[in-house]
């Protein structure tokens, strides 16, 4: 007979390698082919709703890191919430207008002006939708469940209709006005931008010190005196209309260099080093508020140079003294609105000094900065020129720099609702807390949003003129155009004439002819995407507003978390979401920010070809992504390993359950061993730290927990031992069905846990589990937490046993270092222990041995009792030496009592029994 056909050795089809870049395909087309997303909606319908609101990526390339990061994270939050009593729908969407598209569509060699607007439109909405379809694909290939079919689209007809309802409604409560203001303007764009829309880079800039003379010092000054001022926009200095200074601040008058110069007194160090004054004598100290409607002359041109007092002057840099240009910055529009100035602004939409220049006209405004810094010097008001590398706003999407332009905009008016957004910030739930801070204060501290912007591919701003330059923004024509876009989309908008785009019959007293013209502005693409809680939220029937959770990068406190919170703020009075959660940035191994020059971008769609969306998202679930997450081959290659681990987990439970029938060889909790009952209290204990972990977002809790538990409690402590049973035992043997029993309750828990995040691997493990009647782990629920009476007593006293364990490992593990044994099943472990060891030892009815994996175990006594060669350890001393006797052919047992059966020489004696009773058909 060959005893190796007596063995229960693991069977299963379930392969050792995930091989994932095949296998990922196969399982999702299986997805599709059944409509999982459909059928787990079908399965939660009716449980308590949890919406989950997709932040919509921007239409245009391959998805990189970033989008992987945040879809996955989404993903295991839907998944989660589904598989734990609540109805979570998942509906992606895409952000569709906006400068990008029309460039990407110009450097593929599209004449924009030699085509009409709605003809180049519908060229934009072509693109757009090519886009989403390649996102849409690559997303679905991470293995993101949602309603693909289905998404929201900021160019959709019916997004938009909605879209100009919230504009009309923010319009009806006064919010939204027309103004001329200055606004970040990007000449290469020739565009007006948001905040959002800015980032900031280093670039270098002139600096110069220019003397004003004083025309007029209200007897406060003499008019030999000069007002020093420090710029670094000398193309600003044509626009000066005014000086600002400080009321509270103390000035001085300096004589320098047969000069009289007024600076800030807290500044005089600093400016007199910088310029190189020699021998600076202060001759007069005088109050910023004193100052106050002194003029001086403009340098160049002789104009008045208005003295106000504003708050924003500081004591940072400059002078004290500020130049004021109410046309080119925000702070001199508001200071300059107040003392009655003009809002003077002599550079086009594209960047041109104008005739308002004279001297320069023509000029782009930065190649503008020298000739005006030579005719100041000419003037004898150029005090100094140097060069400074600062921080300065540029275009996030051409990466060129931004001026502050004055221009008619169209403006949501924060002021009028600020304390009603700073309320709604304070009632939402904030992950990590910190975002409610940095979200509260960008709100109290922003101006008014520039809505508008002077591009073609956008929603358009539904505001019409009378003949006289009166604007109509109506209910009525609200209404009507929302529906006209509903019917037949925005391009309506600049395919008709304004009367065409009227109400039927439409007249207002300001247009006594009838006649009307149509606003030519585009919304700000943060107003589109702004408007999804309206747009999707509110339109959908399958979702509810407010929703549960915005889950975004960071960078969008400034952007759609802010924007939303305008609108939804502006028309419903509340929030749009009750919690937000925010992630940090992917960057490389060494923290440094992917860039394609660098060469050190990690492609999603690489890794996924290489080794697997699976591996992409157990790395997802180890990294803490509410700060910046690092990802390269090294350390996705040390997620992979751990992955294999779990996957070896599985296919070693898999195997050991080949004969196994739940219905009918389940033992009861009960019944079980205590180490077998022990196992299941840790596997309980994992499920609920699992479960909370998931409730708080906390992933790589999860991650770390899981991986612990298939490698220290499964493999290398119950798995470890178990063999001895599972192989070598009769088949209905009762410990080896109490030890199946909580394999089997393992491997269902863990695949269901693991299930958010191995999505594939876990619907793949779920094929091979004996009695299953679901056909995916998506369509069941988390395990539940079981309270066994017992618990506690079973963990103390078990993790005790897990602890002298190790200390029989190690001294083991030293005896086969100095060759006194081989394998652990050659030795004979001997025991020297205190009372309190002792007392635990007697207190276990399990086999020993067999728990220690060793031939021959005893107790010989107490630890004093101990020889010089034991190993000696806090609560015991532990001798090893080799196991006498025979090895059995079976089991591999070192016994003095191997061959004692004479049919069955080469056996121990329970092998030999174990074979008469079950495989005399072998002999």
């Known amino acids: ?74 993903d295991f939050i839907v ?27 110009t450097n593929k060699g599209v004449k924009r002006k030699e085509m009409s607007v709605a003809d180049f439109r519908k060229l934009c909405t072509e693109y757009a939708l090519e886009q989403i379809d390649n996102q849409r694909n690559q997303f679905k290939r991470l293995g993101v469940r949602g309603d693909w079919e289905n998404p929201y689209i900021t160019l959709k007809p019916e997004y938009e209709a909605q879209q100009i309802k919230v504009f009309g409604e923010m319009a009806k409560k006064g919010y939204i006005y027309k103004g001329l203001k200055p606004v970040y303007w990007s000449p290469s764009s020739e565009s007006a931008l948001a905040e959002a829309e800015i980032e900031y880079k280093d670039k270098k800039s002139p600096s110069i010190y220019v003397a004003f003379k004083v025309k007029d010092g209200k007897g406060i000054l003499d008019t030999d005196t000069q007002i020093v001022i420090w710029t670094t926009t000398p193309w600003t200095i044509p626009a000066n209309l005014g000086i600002s200074v400080h009321p509270e601040l103390t000035y001085v008058v300096v004589s320098a260099n047969g000069n009289k110069y007024l600076v800030a007194e807290a500044l005089l160090e600093a400016v007199v080093k910088e310029i190189g004054w020699e021998n600076a004598e202060v001759i007069q100290k005088v109050k910023g508020s004193e100052l106050e409607n002194i003029i001086a002359a403009h340098p160049l041109y002789g104009r008045d140079s208005l003295v106000m007092l504003g708050e924003h002057v500081t004591t940072e840099a400059g002078t004290g003294c500020v130049h004021t240009a109410p046309g080119h910055g925000e702070d001199d529009f508001y200071v300059g609105q107040k003392y009655g100035l003009d809002v003077l602004c002599p550079v086009d939409d594209k960047g041109h000094m104008t005739n308002e220049a004279p001297g320069f006209e023509g000029l782009f405004y930065d190649q503008a900065n020298k000739p005006i810094a030579e005719a100041l010097e000419k003037e004898g008001a150029l005090l100094k020129l140097s060069f400074i590398t600062h921080s300065y706003p540029h275009d996030w999407r051409t990466k060129k720099p931004v001026i502050f332009r004055a221009t008619a905009q169209w403006f949501a008016s924060i002021k009028d609702f600020r304390n009603e957004l700073l309320e709604a910030v304070k009632e939402t739930k904030w992950v990590p807390a910190w975002g409610e801070t940095r979200l509260f204060n960008m709100v109290r501290d922003r101006g008014d949003w520039c809505i508008s912007r002077q591009r073609v591919w956008g929603v358009p701003i539904p ?56 606003e030519t502005d585009i919304m700000d693409v943060w107003f589109d995407s702004g408007s999804s809680h309206q747009a999707v939220l509110l339109e959908r029937e399958d979702l509810v507003r407010p929703a549960d959770l915005y889950l975004e990068g960071s960078d969008q406190y ?138 708080n977002y906390e992933f790589s809790a999860i991650y770390h927990s899981v991986n612990n538990f298939c490698t220290l409690d499964l493999s290398a402590f119950y798995l ?34 693991v299930s958010p995040i191995l999505s594939h691997t876990a619907d793949e493990v779920w094929k091979f589990i004996p009695a299953v009647r679901e056909e995916s782990v998506q369509l069941t629920d988390l395990p539940e937490y079981v309270d066994y ?36 099943l050659t030795a004979k472990v001997t025991l020297y222990v205190n009372d309190k060891t002792k007392a635990l030892l ?26 010089e060669n034991a190993l000696k350890l806090d609560n015991t001393a532990i001798v090893v030496t080799k196991a006498e006797g025979e090895t059995c052919e079976r089991c591999w047992i070192v016994s003095k009592e191997v061959g004692q059966d004479p049919d069955h020489k080469t056996l121990c004696p329970r092998c030999a029994q174990v074979v008469k009773e079950n495989y005399t058909h072998l002999a």
């Open 558 to 695: 400034r952007g759609w978390f802010n924007s939303s919170l305008s609108t939804a703020v502006a028309v419903t009075g509340k929030a749009p979401y009750k919690g937000v959660l925010s992630h940090g940035f992917a960057l490389d191994g060494e923290g440094r920010k992917m860039s394609k020059s660098i060469g050190n971008v990690v492609v999603p769609a690489k890794v996924m070809n290489q080794l697997g969306a699976d591996i992409l998202r157990l790395w997802v679930a180890s990294v803490d992504y509410q700060a910046d997450v690092r990802v390269s081959d090294a350390i996705l290659k040390q997620v992979a390993e751990v992955y294999r681990k779990i996957r070896n987990t599985f296919r070693f439970l898999l195997g050991n359950l080949a004969d196994f029938n739940p219905a009918s060889d389940k033992v009861a909790f009960e019944n079980l061993r205590e180490v077998d009952q022990f196992m299941l209290v840790k596997l309980n204990k994992l499920i609920k730290s699992v479960r909370n972990a998931y409730e």
């Open 463 to 518: 505001v019409f003129y009378a003949e006289n330059g009166v604007e109509i923004i109506t209910d009525e024509t609200i209404n009507h155009v929302s529906e006209l876009f509903r019917q037949f989309g925005s391009n309506v908008w600049f395919e008709r004439e304004a009367k065409d785009l009227l109400p039927e019959g439409f007249t207002h007293p300001d247009s006594p002819n009838g006649n009307f013209t149509k």
């Open 842 to 867: 007697d207190s276990i009815h399990e086999n020993l041995q067999q728990l220690f994996i060793v031939s021959g175990f005893n107790v010989a006594g107490s630890m004093e009792d101990a020889p």
């Open 1 to 74: 007979m060959d005893y190796k056909d007596t063995l229960l050795m693991p069977k299963t089809e379930f392969p050792m390698r995930g091989n994932l870049p095949q296998r990922e395909p196969e399982i999702q087309a299986k997805w599709e082919e059944v409509d999982i997303y459909a059928k787990v909606q079908e399965r939660t319908k009716g449980r308590p709703m949890f919406v989950l609101h997709d932040g919509p990526p921007y239409a245009n390339g391959d998805i990189h890191m970033g989008h992987a990061l945040n879809k996955i994270l989404k």
């Open 720 to 753: 470890d031992f178990a063999k001895d049973v599972l192989y070598i035992e009769a088949k209905d043997n009762h410990e080896r069905r109490a030890i199946q029993t909580v394999l089997y309750e393992s491997l269902l828990a863990l695949t269901k846990l």
């Open 789 to 824: 009476a017992n618990a506690k007593e079973l963990e103390e006293k078990w993790t005790a046993f897990m602890k002298l364990r190790d200390d029989v490992l190690k001294a083991l593990e030293e005896a086969r270092n100095e060759k006194v044994i081989g394998k652990s």
């Open 79 to 105: 998944r989660y919430k589904s598989m734990s009593g609540y109805h979570a729908p998942y509906v992606p969407g895409w952000d569709t207008h906006g400068l990008p598209i029309e460039q990407a569509l």
